[in-house]
């Protein structure tokens, strides 16, 4: 099966500074990567995902980047905001609904003000 | 759209007893997901249904755990009976056609 791994596991960043988060996966027929960030308390929650066929998504100040070749994905986060501090969740999967995620163990994020 | 709704919020129960969670997933979605979340083993899967059918029940920690999917909009899980290593919250998710998973507000469970 598929097996994800994520780092760092936590991550502390000065408000304004980037924040970059790395996951690897093994299965070259996973097609379909999310990240979810996890706020204290609360549910996961999806912010980005991208699918296999393109190599980068934005959405303000969030991008993923896929390298399918290396099998590896990550999250950036560019002038991160204290509201930023959570836990984020990388996943891979295949597309089709009958399909499971394969979740990272995590990253804990802290932005200090 | 109500999202995914999972009841009891939190429950308090005591060793022994029995413990039923319940899950309606968004309407419209075949695979549901049962997930339990704890700081030492972080996010895990205990089963999922497609199209109300078990699919993979790996997870599911031993026997006194059973997940039930009766019908499109409906599934419980039970635990039968409770140890205070059950303590977690417990996730419900739901997947489409749009490839992405939602997740319920999720159950916190004590067992004391």
């Known amino acids: 099966g598929e097996n994800v791994e994520q780092h760092p596991s936590t991550l502390s960043v000065q408000e304004g500074d980037s924040a970059v988060i790395k996951c690897t996966y093994s299965?070259?027929?996973?097609?379909?990567f999310p990240w979810y960030k996890q706020e204290l308390g609360k549910r996961p929650q999806l912010i980005i995902d991208i699918r296999s066929n393109v190599g980068e998504k934005k959405d303000q100040r969030i991008a993923v980047t896929l390298n399918k070749t290396a099998k590896h994905f990550s999250l950036h986060i560019t002038e991160t905001q204290p509201e930023d501090s959570a836990v984020y969740f990388c996943?891979?999967?295949?597309?089709?609904?009958?399909?499971?995620?394969?979740f990272g163990t995590g990253t804990s994020l802290t932005v200090i003000p | 759209d109500a999202g995914v709704i999972q009841s009891p919020r939190h429950e308090v129960t005591e060793m022994g007893q029995e413990v039923t969670l319940r899950c309606k997933p968004i309407?419209?979605?075949?695979?549901l997901f049962w997930y339990r979340q704890t700081m030492m083993r972080g996010l895990e899967l205990l089963i999922y249904?497609?199209?109300?059918?078990?699919?993979?029940d790996s997870g599911m920690p031993e026997d006194r755990f059973s997940a039930k999917m009766p019908n499109a909009s409906f599934s419980t899980l039970k635990i039968q009976p409770s140890e205070p290593r059950d303590s977690a919250v417990y996730f419900c998710a739901s997947r489409g056609l749009a490839d992405t998973q939602y997740f319920g507000p999720g159950t916190r469970l004590t067992v004391l």
């Open positions: 309407s419209g979605h075949n695979s």
């Open positions: 249904f497609n199209n109300n059918v078990p699919i993979d």
């Open positions: 996943a891979a999967s295949k597309r089709n609904t009958g399909n499971q995620f394969y």
């Open positions: 299965d070259s027929a996973s097609n379909y």
